[in-house]
């Protein structure tokens, strides 16, 4: 409930996100450390997440039903239940009610393994993509996942660490629709994967083909990579300008 969270919830509001469910509690909130890797060095990311105000989060802490009025999605990532049991709990019920209210719910696996043992994370994965309609995911986490209305796959080939190609897969239950690569010189790579999510989510909301759906959300996410920080700040129109081929680079005058 400090100055710090207050700064979170108020650059939320400046991209013109409805603040007004965010619930505030605890003494702090998570911090993660990143050193950014360059070339043939890796980047290396330490967490500090501890008792943190979502880490000490409770179920009765959040009202689903008042929550998920008029709401169209819910989308959550492995992160958060990675952050101990009465976040999984937390989750689930969210789940729960939206399924019940006709909300279509995603995830991104996301799996981190300096938060949890693969096995804590099949477990607690296991019980809550249940009730997933849209999954979102890497190869290497995507092992063994099915039964999804949608899968989405990240294509990341790590040439270095400044240098990756990026492409994605979106399977609906009957065929495999694969966006073109994009080859990037990586700016910042940390929200790639949600701005992937967003890209996404976005498109199928739209009312856009699974191939303009998974044309779209990589091309997001492949901008966002020239973004510092970790928050893609591109337009619509920039992201349907790279769909339709122009990926230059070249001076917009």
Known sequence: SHAIGQAAV???????VDTSMIVR???RVGIYYLEKGASQRGSVCIYDRAHSAIQEAQPSDFDWEVIFDGADWFHFTGITPALGPSLTAICEDACKVAKAKGVKVSCDLNYRGKLWTREEARAA????CQYVDV??????DAKDIFGFEKVAITLRTSLSASDNDWAGMLYDGNSCYFSRTHHLRIVDRVGGGDSFGGGLIYALLSGKSEQESIAFAVAASALKHSIEGDFNRVTVTEVEKLCAGDGSGRVQR
Do not use: A, Q, V
């Open 10 to 16: 108020d650059s939320l509001r400046y991209f013109g």
């Open 25 to 27: 509690g605890g003494d």
């Open 125 to 128: 994965m296991t019980e809550l």
């Open 135 to 140: 999954c979102i995911s890497n190869e290497e």
